[in-house]
């Protein structure tokens, strides 16, 4: 399996411009997580899909971001307008369990986009 | 509010010696704790955990102590290898509604010296 894939893997963009993260997540798994690493804050939990259905979005820093999950292989995070303050590294993860909590199974995670907004 | 606390930023050890790394948590509903290491340029894997049931679990080099009282948790890699030069983090999880949501903590860069 080649794990979750996210792209890009770099993104720079000017302040104001929108911002499109993709992730696909592992084939088979139905849970799915947005992160945001900083080095202040470490990593946060953005949000997270069981089954497609958005379950906590809690974490959405404000409403200029946005997160999508049309089907169960592909998820955007979207972020309009950008601010120099969302530069960061987005993670996305996935896991096989479902909005049961499930011990056994564990968050894979993507490489990460690092975002630049100048 | 940070739940899940990692107060060293990061730890240097020489190969060879014990490496420990500490976490500390205030929500006393968390039941479930994990740590995940993290390359550069990667995304972080999963590496050991612990049910708040135990107080104790091993994997080979690694070890995960669990204090409920304290709140406190750390893990311990004996002997320490270059290879294990990363950051690690803390998470935390509550059985129930949230599924399967994790709180991270902020991370420990750890450096393991040849």
């Known amino acids: 399996d080649a794990g979750v894939i996210q792209s890009p893997r770099h993104e720079v963009t000017e302040m104001g411009q929108e911002v499109t993260l993709r992730c696909k997540p592992i084939?088979?798994?139905?849970?799915l997580f947005w992160y945001r690493q900083t080095m202040m804050r470490g990593l946060e939990l953005l949000i997270y899909f069981n089954n497609n259905v958005p379950i906590d979005d809690s974490g959405m820093p404000e409403d200029r971001f946005s997160a999508k999950m049309p089907n169960a292989s592909f998820s955007t995070l979207k972020i309009q307008p950008s601010e120099p303050r969302d530069s960061a590294v987005y993670f996305c993860a996935s896991i096989k369990g479902t909005s049961g909590h499930n011990h056994t199974d564990t968050q894979y995670f993507g490489p990460g986009t690092r975002l630049t907004v100048l | 509010d940070q739940q899940v606390k990692q107060n060293s930023p990061s730890l240097s050890v020489q190969e060879g010696r014990i490496s420990i790394l500490n976490c500390d948590y205030t929500n006393s509903m968390f039941d479930y704790f994990l740590w995940y290491k993290k390359y550069p340029a990667e995304g972080p894997t999963f590496l050991i955990s612990?049910?708040?049931?135990?107080d104790k679990n091993e994997d080979g080099r690694f070890t995960v102590f669990l204090n409920k009282s304290a709140k406190h948790l750390s893990l311990h890699i004996v002997p320490s290898q270059p290879g294990d030069s990363a950051v690690y983090f803390c998470?935390?999880?509550?059985?129930?509604?949230?599924?399967?949501?994790?709180?991270f903590g902020t991370g420990t860069r750890l450096a393991v010296r040849p």
């Open positions: 084939s088979g798994h139905n849970s």
């Open positions: 998470a935390a999880s509550v059985r129930g509604s949230s599924g399967d949501k994790l709180t």
């Open positions: 612990i049910s708040s049931i135990k």
